[in-house]
């Protein structure tokens, strides 16, 4: 069974940085491209980050360029996006998803977890 | 950037068709997915590749295209459908990926 469990959101202080985890398991983690995605309060879907299968190539939001940094560490399954500069606009549950890829072509956000709250505020 | 656009909400009564939009001037070379999402849960993929229904999704959920506008059809909506629903897609490069704006579908 497919399981990605989001960590490390919180309160933060405008300016100040955060990193959160999404621990995968139930699938083979370096055959999957994975990504970031975000919702604010009482709001839609927005696209953060995605990155590709081995780390080399990450893509961003115009909203998070230069302040996010998307990584992961296929030898522990975990995928992490690394949060400076944050504003208040960035209050948001954060959703770490799955794409489903067959080889190298990916379509769908086909599993997600349940989300981690990161609140910026002072 | 790129924008998906879809209608803010749709009403439907039970039993009937509801149909949700969603355009985008890359849709005609991109694939298109839909996703429902129920208060409190994480989002749901419910259409894949325009047209595919992935496995355990209801035969009342379909998805068509038309040059750079998708749909989003429940035939014979049911209570349990009242959601917000988003289309999904990436730029014409596949370097930007984006959801629309999302609809509430209400049941009344």
């Known amino acids: 069974e497919v399981q990605l469990l989001e960590s490390g959101g919180g309160l933060v202080q405008p300016g100040g940085s955060l990193r959160l985890s999404c621990a995968a398991s139930?699938?083979?983690?370096?055959?999957?491209?994975m990504s970031w995605v975000r919702q604010s309060p009482g709001k839609g879907l927005e696209w953060v980050s995605l990155i590709s299968f081995t780390g080399v190539n990450t893509y961003y939001a115009d909203s998070v360029k230069g302040r996010f940094t998307i990584s992961r560490d296929n030898s522990k399954n975990t995928l992490f996006l690394q949060m400076n500069g944050l504003r208040a606009e960035d209050t948001a549950i954060y959703y770490c998803?799955?794409?489903?890829?067959?080889?190298?072509?990916?379509?769908?956000?086909?599993?997600w977890g349940q989300g981690t709250l990161v609140t910026v505020s002072s | 950037s790129y924008e998906l656009t879809q209608p803010p909400s749709v009403s439907v009564s039970p039993g009937q068709t509801a149909r949700i939009t969603c355009s985008g001037d890359?849709?005609?070379?991109?694939?298109a997915y839909w996703y429902q999402q129920k208060p409190g849960q994480a989002p749901v993929v419910m259409i894949s590749k325009d047209t595919e229904r992935p496995s355990g999704i209801p035969e009342r959920f379909s998805g068509s295209t038309s040059g750079t506008t998708v749909t989003l059809t429940i035939s014979g909506v049911q209570a349990e459908d009242e959601a917000d629903y988003y289309c999904?897609?990436?730029?014409?490069?596949?370097?930007?990926?984006?959801f629309g704006g999302g609809t509430k579908l209400t049941v009344l």
């Open positions: 999904q897609s990436a730029d014409s490069s596949s370097s930007y990926w984006v």
């Open positions: 998803a799955k794409r489903d890829c067959i080889g190298t072509k990916c379509y769908s956000f086909d599993y």
């Open positions: 139930g699938f083979t983690f370096n055959n999957y491209v």
């Open positions: 890359a849709l005609s070379k991109q694939y």
